[in-house]
């Protein structure tokens, strides 16, 4: 398969961060590492999972959970990004797991298209397995999939899945062999013993356990447990009431801190609210 030119995807490799048009909450891979705080002790753990000395060959997955807007995207984002972490996994994929606009009427298909799109494989040749081919689309393009990525040392970042949305298709993506030959799961186009490794966040731990199955990782997202790291995001977030919140740093920190409750966004909304205000 010739590697494509030109469109952004839907999911987002090195080359490809932007977000199409229509699209319900499309998280990127793209963050601004200044402006995230509180996070250094849950991606320096996480990472050393990730790069583990003696486990060059071994598939692995993390599962992140947590309530919306405690960081999960931020997280895996940072983990992304790290220097690292690019040197160690190529390729890498972010794939939000929302639905698009525009996407294909069954979401399997959809995901799949999306991974092949990132990959760098044209779409005019992702559609070509349509043609007379509907009955094992999804079968044809995991195959697809699996070529792309076998003897590859991969990260895929699978993020927002949702458990209404779920069934068993995706579930234990550890998986390294298909039932009695039939590629009837995502874990089948995942191929194993280089290295690879998948990240899954969603708000829904049982969910999130079944895809990284019972030798993955599952890791659950608190609430920042600090004033400081709350502040400092508010800050990020309110640049526009700058001399307010300097002027009364100390009383606004601890109010802050217990009105977000350490949740990192709930801190964001109390800065938009506040410049709304003014």
């Avoid at 309110?238 to 109010?255: I, N, Q, R």
């Amino acid at each position: 398969m010739a590697p494509k030119k030109g469109k952004p995807s839907a999911a987002s490799s090195e080359t490809s961060g932007a977000q199409p048009e229509g699209c319900h909450r499309c998280s990127s891979r793209s963050v601004d590492e200044s402006k995230v705080h509180g996070f250094e002790e849950e991606w320096m753990s996480l990472k050393k999972v990730l790069l583990r000395q003696g486990s060059e060959d071994r598939f692995k997955a993390i599962g992140i959970t947590g309530i919306t807007g405690i960081g999960k995207t931020t997280l895996c984002q940072l983990l992304f990004n790290k220097e690292e972490v690019k040197d160690y996994f190529f390729p890498r994929i972010w794939v939000c797991m929302s639905a698009h606009s525009g996407d294909d009427p069954d979401k399997k298909i959809a995901i799949l298209k999306r991974m092949l799109d990132s990959l760098g494989v044209e779409e005019e040749m992702i559609n070509n397995y349509k043609v007379g081919q509907e009955h094992n689309l999804k079968q044809l393009l995991l195959y697809a999939l699996h070529l792309q990525l076998q003897g590859k040392r991969y990260l895929i970042v699978f993020d927002d899945a949702r458990g209404g949305e779920i069934d068993k298709w995706y579930g234990e993506l550890s998986c390294s062999s298909t039932r009695d030959g039939k590629w009837d799961g995502l874990a089948y186009g995942l191929p194993k013993g280089r290295g690879g490794a998948v990240i899954v966040t969603s708000r829904d731990e049982k969910l999130a356990k079944e895809m990284v199955g019972v030798e993955g990782i599952l890791h659950r997202l608190l609430p920042r447990p600090d004033e400081e790291s709350c502040l400092s995001i508010f800050k990020d977030a309110a640049d526009a009431a700058k001399k307010k919140y300097e002027s009364e740093a100390d009383d606004l920190k601890k109010d802050i801190f217990h009105k977000s409750a350490g949740i990192p966004l709930a801190a964001k909304m109390m800065a938009k609210n506040l410049i709304n205000t003014q």
